[in-house]
């Protein structure tokens, strides 16, 4: 089994940077992904990055390229999404994923919210 715990969500003006952090613990593979996806009021949930854990290689939403950015800390089995020049559209929970071949696991939420 796989635990995701996540931090570092809160309140910040139009413009302004946070991170999120998410540390895996528990049964994990040499081969995995881990990310972020955000989920706004009435909406679906949406991908937001992911990085690969073996090699590193990013992928980004087109919506945070060039704002956002994904990284991870092998030794401690945590991955940072720096968030950077946020808009009030960013607002949403944001939820860490880890994907081992086709299981996914979930973290259980942050709450981010972008004020004008």
């Known amino acids: 089994q796989v635990q995701l715990v996540e931090a570092g969500g809160g309140l910040v003006q139009a413009g302004g940077s946070l991170r999120l952090s998410c540390a895996a613990s528990?049964?994990?593979?040499?081969?995995?992904?881990m990310g972020w996806f955000r989920q706004a009021p009435g909406k679906e949930r949406e991908f937001v990055a992911r990085?690969?854990?073996?090699?590193?290689?990013?992928e980004y939403a087109d919506s945070v390229k060039d704002r956002f950015t994904i990284s991870k800390d092998n030794a401690k089995n945590t991955v940072y999404l720096q968030m950077n020049s946020l808009k009030p559209e960013d607002t949403a929970v944001y939820y860490c994923?880890?994907?081992?071949?086709?299981?996914?696991?979930w973290g259980q939420g942050t709450q981010v919210t972008v004020s004008l």
């Open positions: 994923n880890l994907r081992i071949a086709l299981l996914n696991y």
């Open positions: 528990g049964r994990t593979f040499s081969t995995y992904t």
């Open positions: 990085i690969k854990w073996s090699g590193g290689s990013t």
